[in-house]
């Protein structure tokens, strides 16, 4: 089993500052997925294929990585970009995610 | 547009068999490359994926839950189903079932909270 390990576990920022919240795998996968999830809210799919945006998405966001080491970062933090991202990968079965990172607003 | 929907029982007992059903619209899973997925959250806690079932009717489980799963399709009436047997407290969660797009979990529904209870 593949298992994603998420840094930080928590992170505030203030409005305008650049956030980056990395993944790291314990093999190299092909790809990652980030999803965004809001309080009482279903996750969303956010960045696909490591670095595409899903519809919606804003361009402040973005995604990068390879092998075992991936990240999703926030340009300029809006308050609306509030949530937990969670990674996860389809390279092998069991399909696993990440434990969550929650951003906040500081 | 792409919709789905959980239903479950709400809550049961130990050891009895949880049955969920996904009912989407927007899609067919009888389209070629097509896919629903199971995903659970206990409340507070992470995301765990449970199974997919594709278009073409192969299905794959989380071997973390032993053989408990089965996941099923009615795709005339556009339908996923899951089934876990002899449930425990640690099945208490949120239940989701989400589109697959290879690779993705493209949509997700609103998810259905399932409460273990003696």
């Known amino acids: 089993e593949i298992v994603l390990t998420q840094s930080p576990t928590t992170i505030a920022a203030s409005p305008g500052e650049k956030v980056t919240i990395t993944c790291r795998a314990s093999s190299s996968v092909s790809y990652m997925y980030w999803y965004q999830q809001k309080s009482g809210a279903s996750p969303k799919l956010w960045i696909y294929?490591?670095?595409k945006l899903a519809s919606g998405v804003p361009n402040r966001f973005s995604g990068s990585g390879s092998g075992t080491s991936y990240s999703l970062t926030i340009n300029t933090m809006e308050t609306e970009d509030a949530a937990t991202y969670y990674c996860?990968?389809?390279?092998?079965?069991?399909?696993?995610f990440g434990s969550g990172t929650k951003l906040e607003i500081k | 547009q792409v919709t789905l929907k959980e239903s479950g029982p709400g809550i049961l007992q130990p050891s009895q068999t949880l049955s969920l059903t996904c009912t989407f619209s927007?899609?067919?899973?009888?389209?070629?490359?097509?896919?629903v997925g199971w995903i659970r959250q206990p409340s507070g806690k992470g995301l765990e994926w449970l199974a997919n079932?594709?278009?073409?009717?192969?299905?794959y489980y989380n071997p973390s839950l032993k053989n408990r799963l089965t996941i099923s399709k009615d795709t005339s009436n556009n339908q996923a189903f899951l089934k876990i047997t002899n449930v425990d407290t640690a099945d208490t969660a949120t239940y989701y079932c989400?589109?697959?797009?290879?690779?993705?979990?493209?949509?997700w529904g609103q998810g259905t909270l399932v409460t273990v209870s003696s």
């Open positions: 079932i594709w278009w073409d009717d192969d299905k």
């Open positions: 927007g899609f067919s899973l009888s389209t070629y490359g097509m896919g």
């Open positions: 996860q990968q389809w390279s092998s079965t069991p399909l696993t």
């Open positions: 989400a589109r697959i797009i290879p690779h993705r979990f493209a949509y």
């Open positions: 294929d490591t670095s």
